[in-house]
C-alpha cells in the first residue's frame, strides 16, 4: 500500500514518521506522499477510515475522507493504495457525499460502494442497492 499509516495517539517507533498501529483503533488515517523517483519527497494527500456501527447495516469501516494536492490528482496515487485498502478493511464503504471527482474514480473502479459488485448502472451503486440504501443522506 502506498500510504504511511498513521495512528491518532500511536506509538512512534522511528524517526521516519511510521507509527505503531493499533488494531482496535476506530480511526486509521494514511498519509500520501509523492512518487519514489521525485525530489524533493514531500506529503501530498492523506484519507481517513473510521470504524461505523450503523443501525440498518452491519457494522465496517468506512473511507471517511480523503484529500489530494490539486497537482497530485489523476496520477493514481489514490488508485495504487486502494486494492491495499480492500485487503486492510475489506468491503469498506467510501463515505458520501462524493465530490465529482471521487464519484468518476468510483465509477471507474466499477464496483457498488455499498456491496462491491459489479455495477449494473451509471451510479455509484448498483441497482439493487439503489433501492435498499436511497433514503441515505448525503446521496
Keep these: 500500500m ?3 499509516p498513521i495512528t491518532f495517539g500511536g506509538k512512534n517507533t522511528s524517526t521516519s514518521c511510521k ?3 493499533s488494531e482496535k483503533a476506530d480511526y ?3 498519509l500520501f506522499a509523492n512518487g519514489p523517483n521525485e525530489s524533493p ?3 501530498v494527500g492523506a484519507c481517513c477510515f473510521r470504524f461505523r456501527d450503523f443501525k ?3 457494522p465496517r469501516w ?3 475522507w480523503a484529500w489530494l494536492h490539486p497537482y497530485s490528482r489523476g496520477r493514481g496515487i489514490l488508485s495504487a493504495a ?3 485498502f480492500h ?3 475489506g468491503n469498506f464503504l467510501p463515505e458520501p457525499p462524493y465530490s465529482p471527482a471521487m464519484k468518476a474514480f468510483l465509477r471507474k473502479r466499477g464496483l457498488c460502494v455499498y456491496c462491491w459488485q459489479r455495477l449494473d448502472s451509471d451510479e455509484v451503486y448498483c441497482s439493487k442497492c439503489e433501492a435498499l440504501y436511497s433514503r441515505r443522506p448525503g446521496r
Aim: glycine share 12%; aromatic share 16%; charged share 25%.
Design 28 to 30: 486509521r488515517a494514511y
Design 56 to 58: 440498518d447495516a452491519e
Design 2 to 4: 502506498n500510504g504511511l
Design 62 to 64: 468506512v473511507l471517511q
Design 19 to 21: 507509527y505503531e498501529a
Design 41 to 43: 519527497r514531500v506529503l
Design 82 to 84: 486502494w486494492d491495499g
Design 87 to 89: 485487503g486492510t478493511f
